[in-house]
């Protein structure tokens, strides 16, 4: 029973407030460039997570995008421009 009262009292300290996701929710918002300039506007909860999950979506596509053009400059560089390109790749790690 003593370890059911100390996992009720830990969970009830790590719980997030409503203010806390408001601010987060709004926060997130501001990252969206679909959603940035909408302050004045109501944007919902659900609509942000959306648009999130969209961007996010977005983004792996434009990796993938750039990452097959970066092979294929690789493949068709020759051998000191294509090590030239990996040692400059290698220092932004």
């Keep these: 029973m003593s370890s059911r009262r100390s996992r009720s009292r830990h969970s009830a300290a790590s ?53 097959e053009r970066l092979s294929e400059l690789l493949a068709n560089s020759d051998t000191s421009q294509a090590a030239l390109i990996r040692s400059l790749l290698s220092q932004q790690s």
């Design 15 to 67: 719980r997030i407030t409503d203010d806390q996701i408001i601010d987060l929710v709004s926060k997130l918002q501001q990252l969206l460039p679909e959603l940035r300039n909408r302050c004045s506007d109501k944007v919902s909860a659900a609509r942000v997570l959306q648009e999130t999950c969209n961007y996010i979506r977005s983004l792996h596509r434009e990796v993938d995008d750039l990452s």
